[in-house]
């Protein structure tokens, strides 16, 4: 089992609807991440918060927002997505900032967007 | 390994056989590797990790070998079980960028009892 707690496991959303993706984790990890990631392909980052200070991948479109309450808790809002964003979507968490330590992933929250 | 299109490298191997992974990374300034499964609904899972002043490090059944000069990491896997079936991904870390994890296209281990 993991330690990195993601709901809902699978999702089902109009393109007009706004839902919203939970994680935590309670290993006292100080950096937080959100990755979308497509069949057959690797995770691709889309948000960093380090010390509950968020870093953005400029790629990622405004209809994605995420949100970090305290330490232990990421949210990521959706709002009027569209049907390519049909994805995996995985938070992870590492101890630190630094880029030499292993994040730790959830199983992810399963995206479909009709 | 390189993936063309849509389709992942896919390793097939027999229950009980050793199985080695290969993969190519990008950035000579890269010091630090990471190896994760990924089984079908699952996110990654962490196997082994390694830092660029070693070039070999064990853990149980898996061995992850870092060879710098050529920019080569591989993860063998001891006495190959159905459940080792899996995507692995490598990742390292020597992106400048926004992103700390650089992750590999992924390699598919197949192992039929």
């Known amino acids: 089992d993991t330690e990195v707690t993601q709901t809902p496991k699978h999702l089902v959303m109009g393109m007009t609807n706004k839902k919203s993706l939970k994680c935590e984790q309670h290993?006292?990890?100080?950096?937080m991440y959100w990755y979308k990631q497509k069949a057959k392909k690797p995770p691709e980052l889309m948000f960093v918060y380090s010390y509950e200070k968020l870093s953005i991948n400029e790629s990622v479109p405004s209809r994605f927002s995420p949100e970090c309450p305290n330490s232990s808790l990421l949210n990521l809002h959706l709002h009027a997505l569209q049907p390519e964003d049909s994805a995996l979507y995985l938070c992870a968490s590492s101890q630190g900032t630094g880029s030499d330590q292993p994040q730790h992933f959830g199983d992810g929250t399963r995206l479909s967007i009709l | 390994g390189e993936s063309v299109g849509l389709h992942l490298p896919t390793l097939s191997v027999q229950e009980g056989d050793n199985s080695i992974i290969n993969c190519a990374y990008s950035n000579s300034a890269s010091d630090y590797f990471i190896w994760y499964k990924q089984e079908s609904g699952k996110g990654p899972q962490f196997i082994i990790d390694?830092?660029?002043?070693?070039d070999k490090r064990q853990g149980q059944r898996v061995t992850v070998l870092l060879n710098k000069t050529v920019k080569h990491l591989s993860l063998q896997i001891a006495a190959t079980q159905p459940g080792d079936s899996a995507v692995y991904f490598c990742a390292e870390n020597g992106s400048t960028g926004f992103q700390k994890l650089v992750f590999g296209t992924g390699t598919r281990l197949l192992v039929s009892p």
């Open positions: 390694i830092r660029s002043n070693m």
């Open positions: 290993m006292g990890h100080r950096a």
